[in-house]
């Protein structure tokens, strides 16, 4: 795997110059090239996905590749929740319980988040800041391309290998169990497989960090100054900067990991080597979680005031606020470990500065429940889950603040209350922004529109699974619950079946986003203009819809064809062409709370 790596990205950086590359036709601001330029440029077919160095081509195949990731994630963790259906052991056994629950957990973090919010950022941030590409494109498609063996690596031990099972650590990798001592199964090689390709993910996503921050610094255009740079960008730039500080850590640590266990070496195998792990592993661990939370906030920053017909409410203390997220992350980690006997003088301290960092996070849900207040509102399916993602925030925001706090930590510490807070944040609020961000960007990288109703069926089967689900998870943990268990008490058996029906309504509605997804790629409306959402009504236009306006504008004139066979009609219900269509505009998808004046 190490030589086939090498050989690719030798094959990848041939030396010349890393910023030689010209983008094709439909470009971040390159609208003149010839067709025959195309075909030169870029290839066709499968060859075409393979070689790509285009921001676009490399967002689509992030986005491929997370939702895959999301989609195996998913599948494992309704395989566990049908096995706690019961509380005795029914479907699979404990050992494979626990290698699920291991790669759950990896799979969502670090094969799904990361790469998801890497998509909406590779395709959209030249687009928005007026750049021709990122800075370096054969650096951006090599990160991406660590990824794909870094999974296989991670999944290897599912696969049938002979003498190669499944890491059963949890996502964590607390030692002494990942050293692999005593006589657990825990030093076999399926748990350093998976360790290899976390650090090929960590690498991935260092490049592409490096790479983002090179690209807003230096290609901007000449019209984007640090005052009108957009709150997406801002979200990125701060991530990117997360990023760069805390995946090498986590790459040491888990090289030391790899060494304790292949070469005899003592880094955690000895006395405080536990300690030592959990402080190394959670000063990554917990600006990881606003490595992936702060870009969702930014999407819902960006499109929630689109279909509030106003500009974002205090955009400048939304921007303040994203970067005292990012000081404020490499000061919190120890409240993960409150329960390990650390001096209670440190303990405070890390308190305190853990409800602090409330404070910011309060400051942008202030910010969007603002820009919604007497606004023109259209209840889109990207609006929907924007707001869905504010109430689901606020419910797990406020659940973090009470394990800030060291009294009620100790007693909810390694429950399932941790679940459900952690949940409400990764599902209820990263995924429903990255639902919002597909559904509003639908029209710009497919040029069609999806199911309007397929949509909202989503949104509401999402919705109600998610609290149904991670709500009861919280009930649970008050309960006295310990989490990370394939069994459990028949007192616990209720509110265990309770969360199962509601995981089952979840993968109902990501059943139903799949098929609207991919049918409506393959045969949606056509959108007609670069402004499906009607956001010159409100002045909220913006330079990506303007990128596409153009685009369509280019192939039309290029001999492309203006009739198409179906009218599109927009989220809200509005036809975009035809004035005569109004009769089927859906009056219920559009609320106006403005009062007469």
Request: aromatic share 14%.
């Amino acid at each position: 795997m190490g030589v086939f790596l090498i050989g690719v990205t030798a094959w990848l950086a041939r030396i010349e110059n890393w910023r030689s590359y010209t983008p094709i036709a439909g470009g971040g601001g390159s609208y003149e090239q010839s067709d025959s330029y195309v075909s030169d440029e870029k290839p066709a077919g499968l060859i075409r996905w393979l070689t790509t160095v285009d921001h676009k081509d490399i967002g689509l195949l992030y986005g491929a590749f997370g939702l895959t990731a999301f989609a195996v994630g998913g599948l494992m963790v309704v395989l566990m929740r049908i096995e706690l259906a019961d509380p005795g052991m029914t479907v699979i056994s404990n050992t494979f319980y626990n290698s699920l629950l291991t790669s759950h957990g990896i799979t969502m973090l670090f094969l799904f988040a990361t790469p998801i919010i890497a998509a909406f950022s590779n395709y959209l941030i030249p687009l928005l800041i007026g750049a021709d590409d990122m800075a370096f494109p054969r650096i951006n498609a090599i990160a991406f391309w660590l990824l794909p063996p870094a999974a296989l690596l991670i999944w290897a031990g599912f696969f049938p290998i002979p003498e190669v099972i499944p890491a059963q650590t949890g996502w964590t990798m607390y030692t002494p169990l990942s050293v692999g001592e005593g006589m657990g199964n825990q030093a076999n090689a399926g748990v350093d497989l998976m360790l290899l390709g976390l650090h090929l993910s960590g690498v991935s996503a260092t490049m592409g960090s490096i790479n983002f921050i090179a690209t807003i610094f230096t290609e901007r255009g000449k019209n984007v100054s640090w005052a009108n740079l957009d709150i997406f960008s801002w979200t990125i730039l701060t991530q990117s900067g997360l990023i760069l500080f805390a995946f090498p850590l986590l790459g040491s640590a888990i090289m030391m990991l790899l060494f304790d266990r292949n070469f005899g070496t003592s880094f955690f195998a000895g006395e405080g080597g536990a300690i030592l792990w959990q402080h190394l592993f959670w000063f990554f661990g917990h600006p990881e979680v606003y490595i992936i939370v702060l870009p969702p906030m930014g999407i819902i920053s960006y499109i929630l005031p689109r279909f509030s017909g106003r500009r974002l409410f205090g955009f400048k203390f939304v921007v303040y606020s994203t970067l005292a997220i990012g000081v404020l992350s490499f000061g919190v980690w120890a409240h993960h470990m409150f329960a390990t006997g650390l001096d209670p003088r440190l303990r405070a301290s890390f308190m305190a500065v853990s409800l602090a960092i409330a404070v910011p996070s309060a400051v942008k849900t202030f910010n969007w429940i603002t820009t919604m207040w007497n606004g023109n509102i259209r209840l889109t399916t990207p609006m929907l889950f924007s707001v869905g993602f504010v109430a689901n925030f606020i419910l797990g925001g406020v659940t973090g603040v009470f394990l800030a706090s060291i009294p009620v930590d100790l007693v909810l510490h390694a429950t399932y209350y941790v679940v459900g807070h952690f949940h409400y944040i990764v599902m209820g609020a990263i995924a429903f922004a990255g639902f919002a961000g597909i559904y509003y960007w639908f029209p710009l990288y497919t040029g069609r529109m999806y199911q309007r109703t397929l949509g909202k069926m989503h949104f509401w089967l999402s919705m109600i699974g998610t609290n149904i689900t991670f709500f009861a998870m919280i009930l649970l943990g008050y309960g006295g619950m310990p989490r990370r268990y394939a069994t459990y008490l028949p007192q616990f058996a209720t509110l265990h079946q309770i969360t199962t029906l509601g995981a089952l309504i979840l993968l109902a509605g990501q059943i139903i986003f799949v098929w609207n997804f991919a049918q409506s790629w393959l045969e949606g409306p056509k959108v007609e203009d670069g402004d499906p959402w009607d956001l010159h009504d409100n002045g909220l236009y913006t330079a990506e819809w303007e990128w596409y306006d153009q685009k369509l504008t280019t192939a039309i004139a290029d001999g492309g064809d203006e009739e198409t066979e179906e009218k599109v009609l927009t989220d809200g219900g509005d036809v975009n062409s035809d004035a005569d269509a109004d009769a089927d505009i859906d009056n219920d998808s559009t609320v106006d709370t403005h009062s007469e004046e």
